[in-house]
């Protein structure tokens, strides 16, 4: 495939500039509602090493639910197929919050890219590290090839002041005995997930290692085994979304993780991973020029899975 | 890829015999509950116009819910994306008869491959079609190229004499609005799909076109748009496996539909089309032997579309 | 006890008058949406004989659900507590239509008191009874002591026309084998049951056996036991008014039952019924007027079991 | 009526002690697994100022839920109907600890004698009163007129050691802006109100107040007004005992209020509150032996509200 992605993308961001406007920031904490909704960038890192952005592709933001995808590769990694004892891998079909399916199903969360499964996989993670929070940002660090990415205070310091769904959430699970450590260590470390801070070069980079294998090229470090990669990626493809993810598979039809920071990321297998950033969000909680512009950009390039 | 399929098929089909005895024949209604638990038939059709098989894949069988798949492909290229006013395009998350979500969501099924949406389907069907019955075994006998296919009475009888839950499903839906033709007709359509006999290799051939960007390679015909077949490839990712969907994308990785007769049929796009028969079904009703296939058949042939 | 009946029911008429226009006529079928929103009916009948009334208590309307109670008592008389095996006796928490819980708790109805439960008591009628139309009919006359109260075929049709919700039901609990007579029989007796037409006189009579320890007055008949007609009282405290049966306990204090046509009922057991017809229904689909005229019976004469 | 009640309950006693062996006492924690499930208590207390009683009458044990009624009271007496901003008063429908009904209602809980309605009430008393852990014991003793009620405070701990799933309920709450103090306060609040320990003669002293209109008979204090009073009663009625609250209204036709401890306390307006203590629970979390005995004495006596 011969295809000028800085033409491509340059071409979507100019289409899709007008759509904002029509969304809404997340406000449940200020330090989300403070960012401003006109900022729309694009970043593509090859596997191949090449990088192409657009716009405001160097400005940091909150990753949010992105950071899911970290945690459930750094889980995933050291527990393989054990981890499916502690949670499910069928989409949620509920928002991404909902107590009522934990409920039916005594406890085990959808899948680990809701915050119930992301909560039991910090719960995993606390279980053989001894320091989470560093972790998971020295996890992010190597696999964005940034050891600049940090944690922004004040998000996570609202993250927890505001984050009593999150609470209830993990009480209820250890109700079920699906909790194993202490619930404000486990609620700390996820507050703190939330709060990275990353561009979108940083994040196309980042998820490059499920571009190629499971390996991260920047270090050859091997994460996830190749099979290990497939089927996070066919867990994004079902999962990434909450309740949107089969409209995103519809509409674009790639693996990709979403976060109400108004950032998302997808990828080719064995070519590619983009991240758009935009921080109005659809009524799902979806960065709404972002999934415009991910559809747009299969629809240019004629690249799917499908 | 030079695959030996043959080698390939003969090898997961040895490999698999043994499962057999482990999952439950459909027994709601006699004419499945008699099939021989023992069948077992695997075929694949390839866009270069080979044909592997094993096993019982010449023998016909009730095809049950991959007909939704039929369905869905006829009223979607008379209505494009009118049709996603009247049923939405995500998954589940709940059994594939549940009234619960229709409820919810005011009489609008979660995706055209659960009983509802399908119901819905053939609703459309009805609005612009004089002989529903008669149009959609064409239809089937068109893209498998084969001219034989057939209703089977005794299983539509059976069908329409325990139907009470689709008939509930309709029922209910009509109530909100969302049904406009006679229920009875409806039902009558229904059925008869359920009862559509094919065998293994009917099945792959009959999916070609949906690894063929759209067209029946058999007569030339374009079903679907190139961007409309990418779509039902997608719908079938995270749809075509009830409340199994993400267990089948996290360890086979491929598009498909199954029904309750032990049939899935998977496709790789640009590439092939898969089918699989064992009558033996797991506790979500998909094909237990058909599941391990399939997974076996990516693992082995490193295929994947992600 | 002395209370003069008819200067309350006079004060109580002229306080709640003006509340006329704050509510909705029921619209779902055109014979009762026509129905004059002004009209408003109160009528007392005493165990010892006395009739009092006020306002249009003669102008018969369309019982709707208050029949439930009728058929409950006729089914009770008959099959006793077997009845318990069919149908729950627990408050719903949803509403009258709901198809939610009757799917987690398997086909089996809340109380007989929601469409559900009154379908299963039609369901048992039809099994004991040839002419189950006419039956309940007849049974209604006796208790009401009028033969001319009879079925207005009008309102019968238009439920026929809309009644899918119940379609639904009544197919839904046959798929769970709660259900054993023909589904056309069983949708035709109750739909008749929802068109009987009577005055708030009529209504108010025909419950005095529930006052009267199960003895129908008029004739000395014995509808149920002491025992069974205590047991009646208490199930509709608790299931008369769907969602809001918690609401008229907090309020109101007395057992009684409502239907949509803005017809309730109340008894003070060993003392008297009352009936209150206003057409216009608040948001629980409760006459808003009824509800209020009946709050303020119990507190201007001070009665309460309570 | 001239009813010999010391024969009364000692004819229950006698032959309902067989039952004993058939439920099961509540045993997630130690505390209450430990009592002896032999124990079996009756207490008869008279507006009059007799006590009846037999058995283990005199033996103190946890009161847990009963507390529930002592705590709405204590709101109710002071927030009057602003009360019900809060909380809702109609029967759950569900499991008393669901939370299923809260997340579709916005985090309302149905009543206040689910738990989730406890919390909030005793959020409410936090907003009104210093030292909530001590005005509520002392509210009970006045009551019982007994200044020797205590909290267990092993039982306490115990709960507090357990509690993930009420933890669940007030975060969840919060979530909605339905908790407005500190949780950790609330949840100590909650649980030793759990700890409470009285005899069956205390509770049913306690209770009298709700016999009396209102008023402390010992301390000629007025708790309630007599409307709230009747309205403190029909909620026990609709919603004293779970999801059994139907049942015990059809089967025993008394306002009543159960904990999972064994005791239950039932009350006739104007004459008498009841309590029995019998730890084995049935499948509702309800004491098995004090559920028929119940219905005995109602049966036996013949006075029901009904």
Redesign the interface.
């Known amino acids: 495939m011969n295809i000028d992605y800085q033409s491509c993308i340059t071409e979507i961001y100019n289409e899709t500039r007008s759509l904002i406007g029509q969304g809404k920031v997340a406000n449940y904490i200020p330090a989300l509602a403070e960012v401003n909704p006109e900022c729309y960038g694009i970043a593509i890192a090859t596997l191949t090493g090449e990088i192409y952005k657009i716009g405001n592709a160097d400005i940091e933001f909150s990753i949010q639910s992105i950071s899911k995808v970290f945690l459930f590769a750094r889980v995933f990694k050291v527990l393989g197929d054990e981890l499916w004892t502690r949670v499910?891998?069928?989409?949620?079909?509920?928002a991404f919050n909902?107590?009522?399916?934990l409920?039916s199903e005594n406890g085990i969360p959808?899948?680990p890219f809701i915050n119930a499964g992301a909560l039991v996989a910090t719960d995993c993670l606390l279980s053989f590290c001894k320091n989470p929070i560093e972790d998971i940002l020295y996890f992010a660090r190597n696999l964005a090839d940034n050891q600049k990415i940090h944690y922004d205070s004040r998000i996570v310091n609202s993250e927890r002041a505001t984050g009593?769904?999150n609470?209830?959430?993990v009480?209820?699970m250890?109700?079920f005995g699906n909790i194993h450590n202490d619930i404000d260590s486990i609620l700390d470390a996820y507050f703190h997930q939330c709060g990275i801070m990353m561009n979108c070069v940083d994040l196309a980079k980042s998820f490059l290692f499920l571009v190629n294998g499971g390996i991260n090229s920047f270090n050859d470090e091997q994460i996830l085994t190749r099979?290990q990669?497939?089927?996070a990626?066919?867990?994004m493809?079902?999962?990434g979304f909450y309740?949107?993810?089969?409209?995103f598979?519809?509409?674009v039809?790639l693996?990709g993780k979403s976060g109400v920071g108004g950032g998302i990321v997808a990828i080719i297998?064995g070519l590619l991973a983009i991240c758009v950033w935009a921080p109005e969000l659809n009524s799902h909680g979806n960065s709404l020029v972002g999934m415009r512009a991910l559809e747009l950009f299969t629809?240019k390039t004629g690249i799917?899975?499908?």
Chains 1, 2, 3, 4 share one sequence.
């Open positions: 499910d891998r069928e989409p949620s079909g509920s909902s107590l009522v399916q409920e959808r899948n009593f769904r609470a209830a959430l009480n209820f250890k109700s099979s990669t497939k089927r990626n066919a867990l493809q079902t999962c309740d949107e993810s089969g409209e598979a519809f509409c039809g693996p297998p629809t799917s899975i499908f």
